[in-house]
Nanobody, 130 residues
Framework: QFKLVESGGGLVRPGGSLRLSCTTSGLILVDYNLFWFRQAPGKEREGVSYIMRYSSRTNYADSVKGRFTISRDDVKSTVYLQMSSLKPEDTAVYYC???????????????????????WGQGIQVAVSA
């Protein structure tokens, strides 16, 4: 199974910014909807954002709306998550996934099981702390 690789995580102070990238080699992502998830310690994995194939229509969890921006570069087979105005509650391991099925418009009901995604990343840590 091809894998996705996340990068760009790290430690940042509250109010700061980070840009996560998720890419792959040997795989074209243009035909896939692309997703970002996160899982904080002791919490269930939750959908953060997704961007549709072809239309690039986006959707965000209420908790990140207005602060995070998802984008994709199909030439580079890469999806990005620009995170601004970061809060301590954004601390989590962030994962990216790719699927060819149409996600529910309600991101809170988004399936987070990696088995439902054609491709999945290994996760990257984001820590927001003073």
């Amino acid at each position: 199974q091809f894998k996705l690789v996340e990068s760009g995580g790290g430690l940042v102070r509250p109010g700061g910014s980070l840009r996560l990238s998720c890419t792959t080699s040997g795989l074209i992502l243009v035909d896939y909807n692309l997703f970002w998830f996160r899982q904080a310690p002791g919490k269930e994995r939750e959908g953060v954002s997704y961007i549709m194939r072809y239309s690039s229509r986006t959707n965000y969890a209420d908790s990140v709306k207005g602060r995070f921006t998802i984008s994709r570069d199909d030439v580079k087979s890469t999806v990005y998550l620009q995170m601004s105005s970061l809060k301590p509650e954004d601390t989590a391991v962030y994962y990216c996934g790719a699927a060819d099925w149409t996600p529910d418009p309600n991101i809170e009901t988004l399936v987070s099981s990696e088995g439902r995604y054609r491709f999945w990343g290994q996760g990257i840590q984001v820590a927001v702390s003073a």
